[in-house]
């Protein structure tokens, strides 16, 4: 629901109970800081999420075998948090790994493949290398399509993933097409609140300022603000970039 400090209040209070009554090994504390660190990651603060997911992997390492699944999503989380952070290459390296695990383990079309896909691919576009990045993407898509149910939150990502390296490559019709269909997924699915929204409309306004709509581009952009005032720390780098977008939108009409 995007409400994440409630979320780390209950998860905290869980790992303090997990803490007292298990061995300092045990996977379900590797569950709680895991747990703990999505937040942190959600909230933008990268060092904590990071701190937290580290620990969550030595325990994984020291408790299962190595082509655990569990392991696999460990690598993921600690790869997102280098993606969040500007490290690129040090992202592509730990989401190799989770696919690595995950090509062994899983059938071919499971969501979990799909999400290495995607993470894969989003590496990809954020170093520039957009058609590697489109080839991951169309892949997580692909499974995604076969696996899951029409309005699920996963196919909006996708969507919205996809129109992000058409807007990178400066096809923007193509991109405002990706993006209204993540939209459509999305309203159908989560509370008006939900930051997701806020992706969703912060992209749309994006590819209207791109086009030159900049009164468009200004709508969708102040939802995006609005939402994520609500529901962000007021220090988190999103803010500050969606303000800046704004103020960008407001000098050119």
Avoid: C, W
């Avoid at 190799?96 to 062994?104: G, M, P, V, Y």
């Avoid at 149910?149 to 193509?174: C, E, F, R, T």
């Avoid at 609500?230 to 500050?240: C, D, V």
Wanted: glycine share 6%.
């Amino acid at each position: 629901m995007g409400d994440y400090s409630k979320a780390l209040e209950f998860y905290e209070k869980s790992h303090q109970i997990r803490e007292k009554v298990l061995s300092p090994n045990h996977p379900s504390l590797a569950t709680s800081y895991s747990s703990i660190g999505v937040v942190y990651d959600n909230m933008g603060d990268y060092s904590k999420a990071l701190e937290f997911y580290e620990k969550s992997h030595q325990i994984y390492k020291n408790a299962l075998p190595q082509n655990h699944p569990d392991l696999a999503t460990s690598y993921n989380n600690i790869g997102a948090v280098y993606d969040n952070m500007g490290d690129y290459s040090k992202a592509l390296e730990f989401y190799e790994k989770a696919l690595e695990i995950r090509e062994k383990g899983l059938p071919p079309n499971h969501p979990n493949l799909a999400h290495s896909y995607n993470n894969i691919g989003g590496a990809y576009s954020n170093m520039g290398d957009y058609s590697k990045a489109l080839e991951f993407y169309e892949k997580a898509l692909q499974i995604r399509e076969k696996a899951l149910p029409p309005n699920h939150p996963d196919l909006a990502h996708s969507y919205n993933n996809i129109g992000g390296v058409y807007d990178n490559m400066g096809d923007y019709s193509k991109a405002l097409e990706f993006y209204e269909k993540a939209l459509q997924i999305r309203e159908k699915g989560l509370p008006s609140n939900h930051p997701d929204f806020a992706t969703s409309y912060n992209n749309i306004g994006g590819a209207y300022s791109n086009m030159g709509d900049y009164s468009k581009a200004l709508s969708f952009l102040e939802k995006t603000l609005s939402i994520l005032q609500k529901s962000l720390p007021s220090t988190h780098p999103l803010i500050k970039v969606t303000k800046d977008n704004i103020d960008h939108v407001k000098k050119k009409m």
